[in-house]
């Protein structure tokens, strides 16, 4: 069956609809912790019970970007475009550090949150059509939004539309190296409240390269801190 865009702009989606856990997380001025759930009966597995696979920090999304987050933006060229940007912490530490930089994300509330604080970002999904297309210098994809529609290959193909022909996308994965997940989650808060279902993806270093390669970006650095894995892709030297 062939993906097409519209359904992967449908999929694009993160912690929505139900009693939105995520949107009321971002709004609360005390935050607590969400849990991604794999849903393991959607995926015809033999348990309905499902599986806690990741842990949220909310609050660190409100937060300033920490010292890691900062040595990565230090490390980058602008114009960067943040995909998932949540409340815009990237965004904010970006333009601090005098990028020209511009955030997206499918959340109303994150949306909302990063507006108020006085940053660029526009209520989208990547699959939609964005500004710029083809002139980004870096597109970020970090905070586990590698997942972002449950499809890291296309994920991936799409960004490199976005970037410029010597851009780079910056890359947060899992820590397993072999890492090569897709399932069908729904976020969780400590009250019981629950998102609806959304695809979502989780991937290692070496079965990203594979990924990358077939959509024609090539690794060109890998770097671990403070407990977090990223790499840098450009486009596949000719």
């Known amino acids: 069956m062939t993906i097409t ?19 009321q997380a971002l709004r609360s001025a005390t935050p607590t912790p969400l849990y991604l759930e794999e849903l393991r009966h959607e995926a015809g597995l033999p348990t309905t019970e499902p599986a806690r696979t990741a842990e949220f920090d909310v609050a660190r999304w409100n ?40 955030g997206i994300d499918v959340s109303p509330a ?17 699959f939609d059509r964005l ?10 994809l970090v905070d586990g939004n590698i997942g ?25 994965l899992h820590t397993e190296h072999d890492r090569d997940r897709t399932y069908t989650g729904r976020l969780v808060d400590t009250l019981g409240g629950r998102s609806a279902s959304f695809p979502w993806a989780e991937i290692g270093l070496s079965r990203l390269v594979d990924r990358a390669e077939r959509v024609g970006l090539e ?7 403070d407990e977090r894995s990223f790499c840098r892709l450009a486009n596949i030297r000719r």
């Open 5 to 23: 865009t519209e359904d992967l702009r449908a999929r694009a989606t993160f912690g929505a609809g139900g009693s939105e856990p995520y949107a």
């Open 63 to 102: 937060a300033d970007a920490d010292d890691t987050d900062l040595r990565l933006l230090a490390s980058v060229r602008g114009p960067v475009l943040d995909v998932g940007c949540g409340p815009a912490r990237m965004v904010r530490a970006a333009m601090d550090l005098g990028l020209d930089a511009f």
């Open 110 to 126: 994150a949306i909302e949150i990063a507006r108020a604080s006085g940053v660029r970002v526009l209520q989208r999904s990547v």
């Open 131 to 140: 500004p710029g297309e083809g002139r980004w210098q870096t597109v970020l």
């Open 148 to 172: 972002i529609g449950g499809d890291v290959q296309a994920l991936l193909a799409r960004c490199r539309q976005l970037i410029c022909r010597a851009g780079e996308v910056v890359v947060e």
């Open 219 to 225: 690794l060109r650095q890998a770097w671990s801190a």
